[in-house]
């Protein structure tokens, strides 16, 4: 029963992580109120199965929280900024507890975990997209979202209050797609499906990080098994006919698409750039003269910030905010998640795992959060957390998710 109960929180988690958009006390989701209500029954379960508790990347989240601790003395907000590194903390049981309870199931258990994940990523992009197409449709959610909080006013974001936290929530939804290895009509429907959810966004940032994950993915197993990229290449170019095919169809039905989809990319691109190049200028100016090397206190440069304006930048947010401590932790914590997805890559392969190939998604989606953070806070996103859960759970908690046949193939 207890396990049954943590299941459901899990798959709780899932359907309520795009819900995003409700305005709640200290700037927290319904999916965080669900996590700490499903967390008792969760860490019951566990010391009923006498699962191993691992505590992954304590040092580098020890520092980040030290440089926390020490950029609240200097705040003008404490409370803030004290209220920031609880949510910190939260995040990281949550985190721990996730990888305790998918580290004590099998296959049979996580498949349906990660197929409920991928199908609500999937009717998240539909919505994404559908308000992308129909500007109707996309006034008609954010008139309903006004009762409860608000979405993204100027961009799709489905149910986010943000169009770029939307777009790396469906970036985030190629692992499951990948780990669960569909047949080649579904993945390439759904993969097609994803992308071009993350287009209609309209965030640059992400769909560079797509580019990015998607290139050292292709690397990665062509160095491995140059026989498999022969058979991955003609699926990417299916995918890129069928969302050209897409953009045709949609375009010729109705003018007004091709025009909103440049003038998200093309024609932001100048003003979007010189946007963050002038944020970032007048961040290295607040540095170079105030020299805050113990930081302000998490999530206080929107304070002083001339504009109001966070970093948009994970490393500079922690330099300015966290301090050399925090900073050096940030990098740590990255370095430790690729080495850890390049190690899980390496010791599938030499398994003999017929499917080891696919676990190249969470070097890929790593590698692309790296790059979304150069232009987003992408660091306490949910979906993150998750992918580095999962990854963990399968490096070191004996999870053989990858090696189970896969109840979609042909």
């Given at each position: ?126 919505l994404v997209v559908a308000q992308f197409l129909s500007p109707e449709l996309f006034q008609m959610t ?206 599938q392969k030499q398994r003999g795992n017929p499917a080891a190939l696919t676990v190249v998604v969470f ?21 993150l957390w998750l992918v580095l859960a999962l990854q963990e759970a399968m490096l070191v908690g004996g ?12």
């Amino acid at each position: 029963m207890l396990r049954t109960i943590a299941v459901a929180g899990l798959l709780g988690m899932l359907l309520l992580s795009p819900v995003q958009f409700i305005s709640l006390p200290l700037n927290m989701a319904l999916v965080d109120v669900w996590n700490t209500l499903s967390l008792s029954v969760a860490w019951l379960y566990l010391i009923r199965v006498r699962q191993v508790i691992r505590l992954p990347y304590v040092a580098s989240v020890w520092l980040i929280l030290l440089g926390g601790l020490a950029g609240t003395f200097v705040t003008t907000q404490p409370s803030d900024s004290l209220a920031f590194i609880l949510k910190d903390v939260y995040l990281y049981i949550w985190f721990v507890t996730v990888v305790a309870l998918v580290s004590s199931f099998n296959s049979r258990i996580l498949r349906p975990i990660l197929l409920v994940w991928l199908v609500v990523v999937v009717l998240h992009g539909i919505l994404v997209v559908a308000q992308f197409l129909s500007p109707e449709l996309f006034q008609m959610t954010a008139a309903f979202a006004e009762r409860f909080g608000a979405l993204d006013q100027w961009r799709p974001s489905g149910l986010f209050e943000n169009a770029n936290a939307a777009a790396f929530f469906q970036l985030m939804g190629f692992v499951p797609l990948v780990l669960l290895r569909p047949s080649r009509a579904i993945g390439l429907v759904a993969g097609t499906l994803l992308l071009c959810s993350i287009l209609a966004t309209g965030s640059m940032g992400t769909t560079a990080g797509f580019v990015v994950g998607l290139t050292i993915a292709a690397i990665a197993i062509a160095g491995r098994d140059r026989a498999s990229i022969a058979k991955v290449l003609p699926q990417l170019a299916i995918a890129a006919l069928l969302l050209g095919g897409l953009f045709y169809f949609f375009a010729e039905r109705d003018p007004d698409v091709a025009s909103r989809l440049e003038g998200m990319f093309p024609d932001r691109a100048e003003g979007s750039a010189e946007g963050r190049l002038s944020l970032w200028k007048r961040g290295i100016d607040f540095f170079s003269s105030e020299m805050p090397i113990f930081g302000i206190g998490p999530d206080a440069y929107k304070d002083v910030d001339p504009l109001g304006k966070r970093p948009h930048n994970d490393l500079f947010a922690f330099l300015l905010e966290r301090g050399l401590i925090g900073t050096l932790g940030f990098v740590l914590f990255s370095t430790a998640a690729v080495v850890k997805s390049i190690h899980l890559f390496v010791k599938q392969k030499q398994r003999g795992n017929p499917a080891a190939l696919t676990v190249v998604v969470f070097l890929a989606a790593i590698a692309a959060a790296l790059v979304d953070a150069q232009f987003h806070q992408v660091f306490h996103q949910r979906s993150l957390w998750l992918v580095l859960a999962l990854q963990e759970a399968m490096l070191v908690g004996g999870v053989a998710f990858a090696s189970a046949p896969s109840d979609l193939a042909d």
